[in-house]
T-cell receptor, first 114, second 112 residues
């Protein structure tokens, strides 16, 4: 079974540009969540989607947005990039069985903003 | 605001030692996750706990809901256990609206 696939793996952008990152969850997983990881702040929650609906949103500015499609694939978009947006962006799909939830992470997209 | 504190931040031990990593949090939670991140970024989910204790191979995770505390133990540690271990909690006090809140991680090095 294929794992969580994130594309692209690396991305270099300049300030003011926008970027779209893609995440394909494990087949059958309907929940996708996105996280930002930086050396200073560690891991921070961005959004969570379930069946095309945003369930939760982290404390990030409106420049960060996302969506989920009917096939559970998800995209996140960052507009008007700032230097501080340089980070590893991770997505995870999850499988909930009864009271248990298991997260499966992609390898991430390393975004550098110059 | 939900705070998640991990200790120690850094830990270096010899192969074979018993390792304990601690995680404390400040609000009521519905679930606590232990994650492992190796150099290069890949994150693996080790455990999800809502109560009690879980064991998988040489790894044991416990949680005390009343004390808002969890521990991850590694028995007979091995150099391949070297990684960053991250605790993450899902709060129920805000209906889970915060998603996961993460600790800063514990950087573990096991020397042969």
């Amino acid at each position: 079974k294929a794992g969580v696939t994130q594309t692209p793996r690396y991305l270099i952008k300049t300030r003011g540009q926008q970027v779209t990152l893609s995440c394909s969850p494990i087949s059958g997983h309907r929940s996708v969540s996105w996280y930002q990881q930086t050396p200073g702040q560690g891991l921070q929650f961005l959004f969570e989607y379930f069946s095309e609906t945003q369930r939760n949103k982290g404390n990030f500015p409106g420049r960060f947005s996302g969506r989920q499609f009917s096939n559970s694939r998800s995209e996140m978009n960052v507009s008007t990039l700032e230097l501080g947006d340089s980070a590893l962006y991770l997505c995870a799909s999850s499988l909930v069985v009864g009271p248990n939830e298991k997260l499966f992470f992609g390898s991430g997209t390393q975004l550098s903003v110059l | 605001k939900n705070e998640v504190e991990q200790s120690p931040q850094n830990l270096t031990a010899q192969e074979g030692e018993f390792i304990t990593i601690n995680c404390s949090y400040s609000v009521g939670i519905s679930a606590l996750h232990w994650l492992q991140q190796h150099p290069g970024g890949g994150i693996v989910s080790l455990f999800m706990l809502s109560s009690g204790k879980k064991k998988h191979g040489r790894l044991i995770a416990t949680i005390n809901i009343q004390e808002k505390h969890s521990s991850l133990h590694i028995t007979a540690s091995h150099p391949r256990d070297s990684a960053v271990y991250i605790c993450a909690v899902r709060s129920y006090e805000t209906g889970g609206a915060d998603g996961l809140t993460f600790g800063k991680g514990t950087h573990l090095i096991i020397q042969p």
